[in-house]
Nanobody
Framework: VQLQASGGGLVQAGGSLTLSCAAS????????VGWFRQAPGKEREFVAA????????RYADSVKGRFTISRDNAKNTVSLQMNSLKPEDTAVYYC?????????????????WGQGTLVTVSS
């Protein structure tokens, strides 16, 4: 499955953005999808994940209560709604997919990765 992340941009602190991850080549309604991010000079970190059944969902502590992950299987997309953005949320955001039905935070478990979309939050 090929993944395409979009929706990044420049936003002021306190603002909102919605990222979208679209799949092509095949449906990913049976894939768990995760979002990860990598800030300049830092390692990639987990942000959020949602299992294909919806029964497993996980957020990083740093985004809990501000970000919401959701999926629309009819549109073959997974979204990441980001509210109350902070300058420390600035990063390239990546979506990834695997075949489990468990929202893992371990990047090594994800088989498919999209290209990143840049989110810049100004103070």
């Amino acid at each position: 499955v090929q993944l395409q992340a979009s929706g990044g941009g420049l936003v002021q602190a306190g603002g909102s953005l919605t990222l979208s991850c679209a799949a092509s080549g095949r449906t990913f309604s049976r894939n768990t999808v995760g979002w990860f991010r990598q800030a300049p000079g830092k390692e990639r970190e987990f942000v959020a994940a949602l299992s294909w059944s919806g029964g497993s969902i996980r957020y990083a502590d740093s985004v809990k209560g501000r970000f919401t992950i959701s999926r629309d299987n009819a549109k073959n997309t997974v979204s990441l709604q980001m509210n109350s953005l902070k300058p420390e949320d600035t990063a390239v955001y990546y979506c990834a997919a695997d075949y489990s039905d468990y929202a893992s935070s371990a990047s090594a478990l994800y088989e498919y990765w999209g290209q990143g979309t840049l989110v810049t939050v100004s103070s």
